[in-house]
Every structure is written in structure tokens, then in C-alpha cells.
């Protein structure tokens, strides 16, 4: 029978927190018929073990191979058997139906496509990250100059950031994190899913950008609330940023051309060789690569930069 949702999973290393993620999607779940997917990138910690020990009702998928983010959940979604597809991460848990109260959001308001959460942290306070606004030039420079760190959380001096919003009430934004993203089957196909040239990171924005030039308003259905624990599918602060500023540099790629490009991607280099110099103004030099994450990156800024090659 088809279910009104497809959660889809993508797990690596994840058997410290995704028993905590899955307890809650069936705990949490409240009237709305669920499949639930999970694709395990060839984790080593014993997470697919987990999974079929203590939750049969889970479809495990195991390519075999680390397939990355966008490519794993494209695969998850092709089995999918639902009016709508639900991308989770395995670090988060679940409050108060969110589930229900997402897909029972969007049945009320087809017109937008993509829906999204609000995200807390474990204290209770928020999270901001389950959305942003939409990346420009103007955010770029801003971020390029140091302005974005200096004002954080400003309405206009940190556009994405979306300022002090504190993501409570029904509102359109830019983009909905991968984190927590729902999206009706129908608008999935049509945008054929993620792109696959992202490994990790970026590729939630490139989906957020398609969607909106295919006419879709992604929105943020506050009643849907979980715990998001940032940053625990990554190996290191440096290998995170180094994944982070490559999805970024093909983003940039993907989505502008000729000037606007060249200006993004100097934007995207500048910021960090301001931010490599001001750390070593303000810290001295660090002492091992985990604290000289900036200098790091602008080292290897021709790297990055070129993005996620093909």
C-alpha cells in the first residue's frame, strides 16, 4: 500500500546517534503511513548492523561504496512509494509529530513545492541552520570582507543568515536544509532529484535554487520540530569545511557564468584568506591544522575551488 511518506536516510558512521533518529520516527509518528529508507554509505562502525538488529521495519539499502550525500539519497528515493519524500538526517531526532505536522502542512498548501522544520539544539534553543536565504553575489561579497562575521545574524549585513528570525511562525525562504526537507513526489521527479555531482554539502542549495526557477516557494512549517545535532556526519572541522567550500565553489559554477562567476568565486576565495589572516592577527599562528582551519583552506584554494568535477 503507498504510504503518504518516504523517509529517506543517508547514514556513514553513524551508529552512535542514528538509533536515537529511527526510535523517534516511529515514535513520533503519529496517523501518516511511513516507509522508511535508509541507505548506509559503507559505514565501518557497524550501523547497517544496528539497523537490521533492532529496526526490521527499516529498508536497508547498501551499495557497498560511499556514494556521498546527493547520489545516496537519489538512490533511497528511487524506491520510494509515497505522495511525498522526506530527506533526514541521522543525527536528528524527532519532537512532537513533526512528520505529521509537516506532511499534514503540505497537503494544506500544495502550492510551495518544498517544506522544511525548525531545528533545536539540544538545550531547547534554536538551531538556526534548518534554512537559509538564498545565496547572491551581494551575500557573497559581504561574506568575502569579513562583514558576515563581524555582524552575524544581521538582517542585512548577513542575508543568509535570515537574521535574528527565530524560524517560529510560516515563512517563504530561500533554502531548506537537507537536514529536514520535505518534498511532494511530483515536484522530486520534476527536478529529478539532487544533482549527483555534489559529494556533500551544496547540493540542498542547488535543489532550493532549481525548485524556485521551476516555480516553487520553499516554506518553513514551524509546528514541525526537531533536535539537530550540526556537524556529527562529518570527520573533522577541516575535512567538513574543505567538503562545505567545494560545494560551494560548484554551486557557484552551476548557477552564474562569465563575470558573475569569475566575481563568486573570488568572493569565495577572498573570504577565506581574510579570514586566514585574521585569525593569525588575533591567535598567532596556530599550532596543527584543526586550529588553522582557514589558513588551510586558502592554501588549498585551487583545489577547492574548481568544485566537484564531473
Known amino acids: 500500500m503507498k504510504a503518504d511518506v518516504a523517509i ?30 535508509v541507505v548506509d554509505n559503507d559505514s565501518k562502525d557497524g550501523t547497517a548492523e544496528l539497523i537490521r538488529r533492532e529496526f ?13 550525500f546527493a547520489k545516496g539519497v537519489n538512490l533511497g528515493a528511487s524506491h520510494a512509494d509515497a505522495d ?31 517544506y522544511g522544520g525548525r531545528t533545536l539544539k539540544p538545550d531547547g534553543s534554536l538551531e538556526p541552520s534548518s534554512c ?22 544581521n538582517r542585512w549585513l548577513d ?7 527565530q524560524r517560529d511562525t510560516v515563512r517563504e525562504v530561500g533554502v531548506i536544509t537537507g537536514c529536514f526537507l520535505l518534498c511532494e513526489t511530483g515536484a522530486w521527479k520534476e527536478l529529478e532529484g539532487l544533482d ?14 532549481r ?16 533536535v539537530h545535532e550540526v556537524g556529527q556526519c562529518s570527520d573533522t572541522p577541516v575535512h567538513k569545511m574543505r567538503l562545505l567550500y567545494r560545494g560551494k565553489a560548484s554551486l557557484v559554477r552551476s548557477h552564474w557564468s562569465g563575470l558573475g562567476r569569475r566575481l563568486g568565486l573570488w568572493f569565495l576565495a577572498a573570504g577565506t584568506g581574510t579570514r586566514a589572516l585574521a585569525t593569525r592577527l588575533l591567535k598567532g599562528a596556530p599550532t596543527d591544522q584543526a586550529q588553522d582551519r582557514w589558513g588551510t583552506l586558502w592554501r588549498e584554494r585551487e583545489v577547492w575551488l574548481r568544485g566537484y568535477e564531473s
Open 211 to 226: 525548485a524556485r526557477r521551476a516555480g516553487y516557494r520553499p516554506v518553513i512549517c514551524p509546528e514541525a520540530e526537531l
Open 132 to 153: 537559509w536565504g538564498s545565496p547572491t553575489l551581494w551575500s557573497m561579497a559581504l561574506f568575502a570582507f569579513g562583514v558576515t562575521t563581524a555582524a552575524p545574524r
Open 159 to 165: 542575508p543568509e543568515s535570515l537574521g535574528s528570525w
Open 56 to 68: 526490521p521495519r527499516v529498508e536497508l539499502i547498501e551499495p557497498g561504496e560511499n556514494l556521498g
Open 84 to 114: 511525498y519524500i522526506l530527506l533526514l538526517n541521522p543525527d536528528t531526532t524527532l519532537l512532537g509529530h513533526a512528520v505529521d505536522r509537516v506532511v499534514e502542512f503540505a497537503r494544506k498548501h500544495p502550492e510551495h513545492g518544498l
Open 196 to 209: 549527483e555531482r555534489y559529494f556533500m554539502y551544496g547540493e540542498d542549495v542547488d535543489f532550493a535554487l
Open 8 to 37: 529517506v536516510i543517508v547514514s556513514y558512521n553513524s551508529a552512535e546517534f542514528i538509533g536515537d533518529c529511527l526510535r523517534s520516527v516511529f515514535d513520533q509518528c503519529e496517523g501518516v503511513k511511513q516507509q522508511v529508507i
